[in-house]
C-alpha cells in the first residue's frame, strides 16, 4: 500500500461559512493521491455531505472509497443530544445522505455509534439489506468492542472498524486490532492528537484560550504541558511537528492501519502528508510513550460514550 493510501480526510469541520476552504482541501488531498474520505450525515447537520457531494462533481466515482456514518442526532446550536440505530430507520438516513451527497452509492456506511438497546446483528442486517439493494458497497463499524465486532462480522462482512486512537487512549490495543486482523477487517483511526494535546498550534493556544484541549482546563494544564514539551522535544530532535510525529507514532505501530486527518486547511492537510515520511523504530516508538501516556496525562478519564434508553452515559 503505498503510504499516502494509508492517510484518510476526515471531514467533520466542514462547513458552509468555510466551504471555499473546505472544498480546496478535499481537491488537495485528491491532487496528493488519496482516495479515502470520512463523513457523517451529522457532521455539521449535513453540510459536511453537501460539501463533500459539492467537492465530487466531475470526479470519477471509481477513484475515491467514501465512508459516511449516520445515527448521532444533532441539536440546532450544534451539539449532539442523542442517537437512533433504528433498523427500520437506516434506509431512510441513507436515503437523505445519497441526497445531499448526489450519488448514488457508499462505499462504505456505518453506525456512529451504537445503542446498547439494540443488537449489533440487527443493525449490520439492516445496512445489509442497503448492500443487496446496490446502494452501500461495504459495511464499517465505528467504536464498537472486539465482542461487537466479531457478531457483526458472523451476519455480514465487515470492512472496516473505526476508533479512537492515540498516545493516550490506548485500549483497543488490547485485544480490538488482534479480533479484526484476525477477521480481516481494516482498522481506522482518528482522533490520533491526543484530544488536542498534540495539536501543532496547542502550545500557542493554551496561552490565550483554556478551552484549546479539554485537557488543558486550569486544573490540568500545567502538569499535562510539561509532558507536551517532553513529546516536542522528541519531535524538534527528528525535525517533525507534533500532529506528524503522531501519525507516525500511530503508522509506525500498525503497518496496516489507516489514520484519519481531520481538516478542513489545505495547509494543515499538507502538514499530514509531509509527516508520512517520518517512521519510528521500536526503541523511539518506547521513548515516545514513556514520554506522555494516559497514566501520566491529568483529567483523562477513560471515558466510553454509550446510548441505553434514550440517554447518553459515559462511563
Not at 49 to 74: C, T
Not at 83 to 90: I, N, R
Not at 227 to 238: E, H, N, P, Q
Not at 264 to 285: N, R, V, Y
Request: aromatic share 6%; with cysteine.
Amino acid at each position: 500500500m503505498e503510504k499516502i493510501k494509508r492517510l484518510g480526510l476526515g471531514t467533520m469541520s466542514m462547513c458552509r461559512k468555510n466551504k471555499e476552504g473546505a472544498v480546496r482541501t478535499i481537491h488537495a488531498a485528491l491532487d496528493a493521491g488519496m482516495d479515502l474520505f470520512n463523513t457523517g450525515d451529522f457532521y455539521q447537520g449535513g453540510e459536511s455531505e453537501m460539501i463533500m457531494g459539492e467537492a465530487m462533481q466531475g470526479i470519477p466515482r471509481d477513484s475515491y472509497f467514501l465512508s459516511v456514518k449516520f445515527g448521532a442526532l444533532p441539536s440546532p446550536e450544534g451539539r449532539n443530544y442523542g442517537l437512533d440505530v433504528t433498523p427500520h430507520h437506516v434506509k431512510g438516513y441513507l436515503t437523505y445522505s445519497l441526497r445531499r451527497l448526489n450519488m448514488d452509492y457508499i462505499d462504505l456506511y456505518q453506525p456512529g455509534r451504537l445503542d446498547t438497546e439494540i443488537p449489533v446483528e440487527a443493525v449490520v442486517e439492516a445496512i445489509a439489506g442497503l448492500v443487496s439493494e446496490g446502494y452501500v458497497r461495504n459495511i464499517g463499524l465505528s467504536h464498537v468492542t472486539a465482542d461487537e465486532l466479531r457478531r457483526a462480522h458472523a451476519i455480514h462482512p465487515i470492512h472496516t472498524v473505526e476508533l479512537s486512537y492515540s498516545l493516550i487512549e490506548r485500549d483497543i490495543e488490547n485485544d480490538l486490532i488482534a479480533t479484526a486482523k484476525e477477521l480481516g477487517v481494516r482498522v481506522l483511526v482518528h482522533g490520533i492528537t491526543a484530544k488536542g494535546l498534540l495539536r501543532d498550534d496547542i502550545l500557542d493556544k493554551a496561552l490565550c484560550v483554556p478551552a484549546a484541549s479539554p485537557l488543558l482546563q486550569p486544573a490540568y494544564k500545567e502538569k499535562n504541558l510539561e509532558l507536551v514539551y517532553a513529546v516536542k522535544a522528541i519531535a524538534d530532535s527528528r525535525g517533525m511537528t507534533l500532529s506528524q510525529l503522531a501519525l507516525a507514532w500511530a503508522l509506525s505501530k500498525y503497518s496496516d492501519m489507516q489514520c484519519l486527518a481531520g481538516t478542513a486547511d489545505p495547509e494543515h492537510l499538507q502538514g499530514f502528508i509531509a509527516g508520512l515520511q517520518f517512521s519510528f523504530t521500536d526503541k523511539e516508538i518506547k521513548d515516545i510513550e514513556t514520554a506522555i501516556s494516559a497514566e501520566k496525562v491529568s483529567g483523562n478519564d477513560s471515558q466510553t460514550v454509550v446510548f441505553t434508553n434514550g440517554v447518553w452515559t459515559v462511563k
